[in-house]
């Protein structure tokens, strides 16, 4: 029964989820099946693994039923089901408690439905209106609510209370503005997944969607929610026009308290996306920009989620600012977050961005230091540190480490079967090339110019014949530097 669907959604609850389950299964308003409270508890016995024999379906029917089962486990299996049942309404029941704003449309709901007066009504419903109103999060979903809200109003004018009237075109504005805003979202990350080259019609889309704009008043077209969406879609429809991308960030940094706090992320991320894709087209300047958001980011805390950052942004935000070179930043960066970062993958994170700011920095000492003493526990990590290494033993011209480094690697990516072939290939390709600078730059020092150009010229077109390699730009660097003066 350990592989139970039931089994497999248990495993995923904390041990304070746990607890409250329990309570949950004994509540006799929730659960009166006593059979159903004693197979949780047989099942509850063997966690926190919830595995072993104990969970076999021959012990739980023996001890559930007080008999060796006969011919059928179902009624086991009945039982399960229960549970299983009862564990979605407990999921369920949970989310409703979290939602204030659903349980004042039910608590209206329900009161509508015993036949109230009206005056309890008016209470919930002013209170509920006004408890929305003053919250901070206004995004597509706020308008919906409050459309859903106002429907209450009928009821209340049905009971003819003075002061309530049926406003539909208030109401039509709430759905409309919901409506706009949700499909603005939606065509959004169409366009931000499959580019313009496979948004089918999207000529049609941008007509489609100027014409919704239109139908909303001009209070209706200012809203956060509207305005940002909007953008977003004008800057993906029209990346050639830079301006978007600039009114984009400018209305994120003056609304973006509107939001929670993963839409307000993923609104930044279509400014980031942006900004990688200029920077793959060869505009330099968008390095800075996307600096800039990284920044932005953390100063709202919206990297910190539960609160820990994730090490790719930690590595991400490391890798542009050393490329900016706001080397004082990066150092600062480095002592304030490390500590945000999940504990399994904290050391290895920290020390191999704090070799990065030391290799850029070029106190290759420091560098070659900490990643010679500290034993990595990420593959990925451990990767790029030996090919960090291994620029460090070329800048030093440290030709035997060289030699005894690229041996050493070959044998770490065949040992290491996880790492993609893809990725095997371009480090082993690395691993080559780097074997060849050093011997160029040995070679060069000892021969004529004019005996050393062929080999570079060789070098040259194997580069170039060669489309998978890693570092790619730092070898085309070592090996322009190599090459010889004319005479």
């Given at each position: 029964m350990q592989n139970s669907r039931l089994i497999s959604l248990i495993k995923l609850l904390s041990p304070?989820?746990?607890?409250?389950?329990?309570?949950?299964?004994?509540?006799?308003?929730?659960?009166?099946?006593?059979?159903?409270?004693?197979?949780?508890?047989?099942?509850?016995?063997?966690?926190?693994?919830?595995?072993?024999?104990?969970?076999?379906?021959?012990?739980?029917?023996?001890?559930?039923?007080?008999?060796?089962?006969?011919?059928?486990?179902?009624?086991?299996?009945?039982?399960?089901?229960?549970?299983?049942?009862?564990?979605?309404?407990?999921?369920?029941?949970?989310?409703?408690l979290q939602n204030e704003d659903q349980q004042?449309?039910?608590?209206?709901?329900?009161?509508?439905?015993?036949?109230?007066?009206?005056d309890h009504v008016s209470r919930v419903y002013e209170k509920s209106i006004r408890k929305l109103d003053q919250a901070a999060i206004k995004d597509h979903r706020y308008y919906l609510r409050r459309y859903e809200l106002m429907t209450v109003e009928d009821h209340l004018s049905s009971q003819q209370r003075r002061g309530w009237g049926q406003d539909y075109g208030q109401r039509i504005e709430q759905l409309d503005i919901f409506y706009v805003a949700t499909k603005l979202r939606y065509v959004c990350e169409i366009l931000n997944r499959k580019g313009l080259a496979g948004a089918e019609n999207l000529e049609e889309k941008i007509r489609e969607i100027e014409e919704l704009f239109s139908h909303l008043t001009e209070e209706g077209q200012q809203l956060p929610t509207i305005q940002l969406y909007y953008q977003v879609f004008n800057m993906l429809a029209e990346p050639e026009v830079e301006g978007h991308y600039q009114k984009l960030v400018k209305l994120l940094r003056q609304n973006v308290q509107e939001f929670s706090q993963s839409e307000a992320y993923n609104l930044y991320a279509y400014a980031q996306n942006y900004c990688i894709k200029k920077i793959n087209k060869g505009s330099a300047k968008y390095q800075d920009e996307l600096f800039q958001l990284y920044k932005i980011l953390l100063q709202e805390g919206l990297l910190i989620e539960g609160g820990t950052l994730a090490h790719a942004h930690f590595k991400n935000i490391t890798t542009l600012g050393l490329r900016m070179q706001d080397y004082d930043w990066v150092r600062e960066f480095l002592s304030t977050y490390k500590d945000k970062l999940l504990e399994p993958v904290r050391?290895?994170?920290?020390?191999?961005?704090?070799?990065?700011?030391?290799?850029?920095?070029?106190?290759?000492?420091?560098?070659?230091?900490?990643?010679?003493?500290?034993?990595?526990?990420?593959?990925?990590?451990?990767?790029?540190?030996?090919?960090?290494?291994?620029?460090?033993?070329?800048?030093?011209?440290?030709?035997?480490?060289?030699?005894?480094?690229?041996?050493?690697?070959?044998?770490?990516?065949?040992?290491?079967?996880?790492?993609?072939?893809?990725?095997?290939?371009?480090?082993?390709?690395?691993?080559?090339?780097?074997?060849?600078?050093?011997?160029?730059?040995?070679?060069?020092?000892?021969?004529?110019?004019?005996?050393?150009?062929?080999?570079?010229?060789?070098?040259?077109?194997?580069?170039?014949?060669?489309?998978?390699i890693a570092q790619r730009k730092w070898i085309e660097d070592k090996l322009r530097y190599l090459r010889p003066l004319p005479a």
């Open positions: 304070g989820e746990l607890r409250r389950f329990t309570a949950f299964v004994h509540s006799p308003f929730f659960n009166q099946q006593e059979k159903v409270r004693h197979l949780w508890q047989l099942i509850s016995d063997t966690g926190p693994h919830f595995s072993g024999p104990d969970l076999s379906k021959e012990i739980l029917y023996e001890s559930l039923f007080q008999e060796p089962p006969n011919t059928s486990y179902q009624p086991l299996h009945d039982q399960m089901s229960l549970l299983l049942r009862l564990f979605e309404l407990f999921l369920a029941t949970r989310q409703f004042s449309q039910n608590l209206l709901q329900g009161l509508i439905s015993q036949g109230e007066s009206g050391e290895s994170a920290y020390t191999y961005n704090l070799a990065s700011y030391y290799y850029e920095t070029k106190d290759y000492k420091a560098a070659m230091k900490l990643l010679q003493q500290v034993d990595f526990t990420d593959v990925f990590y451990d990767l790029s540190g030996r090919v960090m290494l291994l620029k460090i033993f070329y800048e030093i011209s440290d030709w035997d480490s060289i030699r005894y480094a690229t041996e050493a690697f070959k044998g770490f990516l065949k040992r290491h079967k996880e790492i993609p072939k893809s990725y095997h290939q371009l480090h082993y390709n690395f691993l080559m090339f780097v074997r060849k600078l050093a011997r160029l730059n040995q070679q060069n020092k000892r021969q004529d110019p004019a005996d050393f150009l062929p080999r570079w010229e060789k070098a040259q077109q194997s580069l170039k014949e060669q489309p998978q």
